[in-house]
């Protein structure tokens, strides 16, 4: 029996990181509640930006936000995660002396930059449209620091290995898409979150539903029954999923028509 359906966002419901989630979409979400199933829209988003996708029904489905540092069902707070302040810090400093690479820094009282250039803001508040405080001192900013994304829009792997051989052994590295990577609280990612999840809400593993196209949803498939890859996603993410799909709205038909 199905009770938990999530969905990675960018290139698994969305195609590009600008769009908007379908009128279709929400309305077959709508037919899942109607059945006692639960949605959770999982990304490395922040809540706020997933609230607004979703804003018909943004009171009535679970979050996963930030990769896994956020957890909320109907509103409710279920669990936040931050980074060490001195381990915050020591990132920061690394990211302003790499010319190439912006950042974003998510608290639990706002989201902040500090852009090297209008590109990056323009991206930020324009196309992602994410609520952001632009700070004159990032470095400054007092607040719990839940995660730190890195932008290198030529391309994060170079950035990638650094942060990973630096940092990969006090907390959670995972890259998103082709020009970011995130940093979590160790142990923290979309799985954590997932199986934090299943556990306030009383669901088993093998009811649960995941679609994805990413390495930052591996480990939520590795926490569900059932696990969706995007075909267009790479090789070994596709491999390490029970199945494949080019639409998560059709593949939702078709769940429920077999209801």
């Not at 896994?68 to 279920?78: A, R, T």
């Amino acid at each position: 029996m199905i009770k938990l359906i999530a969905s990675d966002i960018d290139g698994t419901l969305l195609e590009k990181s600008g769009d908007s989630i379908s009128e279709s979409m929400i309305e077959i979400v709508k037919v899942l509640i109607d059945k006692g199933i639960i949605f959770v829209a999982a990304s490395g988003r922040q809540y706020d930006n997933l609230r607004r996708l979703f804003s018909p029904i943004k009171d009535q489905i679970g979050y996963i936000a930030e990769n896994g540092s956020q957890i909320y069902y109907k509103e409710h707070s279920i669990m936040q995660e931050p980074i060490a302040p001195e381990v915050v810090r020591g990132i920061l400093e690394d990211v302003y002396e790499k010319d190439e690479c912006e950042v974003v820094m998510t608290g639990k009282k706002g989201t902040y930059i500090q852009p090297k250039g209008e590109f990056f803001r323009h991206y930020m508040e324009e196309v992602l449209k994410y609520d952001l405080q632009i700070v004159d001192d990032i470095l400054a900013v007092e607040d719990e620091i839940l995660k730190i994304s890195i932008q290198d829009k030529n391309g994060i792997d170079e950035a990638a290995v650094y942060f990973k051989e630096k940092w990969g052994k006090t907390l959670s590295v995972v890259t998103s898409g082709i020009i970011w990577m995130d940093l979590l609280a160790f142990g923290v990612n979309k799985g954590s979150a997932m199986r934090a999840l299943q556990e306030k809400l009383d669901i088993k593993s093998e009811e649960c539903i995941a679609f994805g196209d990413n390495y930052n949803d591996v480990e939520m498939f590795e926490s569900v029954g059932t696990s969706y890859a995007m075909s267009n996603a790479e090789e070994d993410i596709r491999n390490m999923c029970n199945k494949t799909t080019n639409s998560v709205e059709n593949t939702l038909l078709s769940i429920l028509e077999d209801l």
